[in-house]
């Protein structure tokens, strides 16, 4: 595992580390560091953060770098979390156990998406594992990510995907589960990602025809792609299933050092009604529990 405080730019941070692999590989991989001193902090001294509690909020399993994912559980269980974000069904148990639940569970790669046909099989293999382990656990959400163009146009794009989605989205009906798509910037950190627009996602959605299929609206790829983010959460309010957040630029901490105004954006979120979960999808900076402590209370509007 590599070791250092140093998290890396949101270059490093590639979603393909958070969508394969345990809880283990995601810390490791996805965050790229251990937090000095944090995995040897006590719980039980952990204070709660959470007191409205108008919005439901989570963390990534791979947040801040912790040896387990299970420590970090164990602190955001304690701050009033409600759940981690991409643990496999292998942890489902243990996370029960914890009080907590899975936010969002991982299915397949980034880049090799339904949006070409090629991948079709094997998307929908992946999809309908995570889908049939999700919903027998009672949990909610389920991620999808459209994958690169590779020179597909994003008519034929939008057109393929509906098209294999809808070979999993009556068993998605059916075990209670939301496909939650997520829109990604093409801009900087994954270039050639198809869906980069909070319009296309709704666009499959729409094409798709089913409450269950759902938008990742992420604050941070959608800012660096579009900007308006309130205006898009009120616009496209019934089509939204699971939010992360994380500040623009780099990919860190929530705070006024930052150009998003969250306290605003969660009161919108809270005005729209929304009842799903807000994910801390930010690389810390400083010592992780510290910065996670610090985006729950921002957020807890």
Known sequence: MPTGRNCGDSTDLSRRHWIQGTAAALAAAAWGAKSAGAEQSDPAQTE???VKGRIKQAVPAG???FRTWQELGRHAAAMGLKGLDFLGPEDFAEAKKLGLICTL????????????????AECIAALTKSIEATGDAGFPNVVDLSGNRYGTPDDVGLK???EGIKKVIGLAEKKKVNICLEVLNSRHDHP????DTVEWGVEACKNVGSPRLKVLFDIYHIQIMQGDIIDRIRKFKEYIGHYHTAGVPGRHEIGDDQELNYPAIMRAIVETGFDGYVSHEFGPTRDPLTS??????ICDV
């Open 48 to 50: 709660k953060v959470v």
């Open 63 to 65: 947040y801040g770098g």
């Open 105 to 120: 569970t991982p299915s397949h790669g980034l880049t090799e998406g339904l949006v070409n046909k090629k991948n079709h």
């Open 160 to 162: 393929n995907y509906v």
């Open 192 to 195: 050639d990602y198809m869906c």
């Open 292 to 297: 996670l402590r610090e985006a729950v209370k």
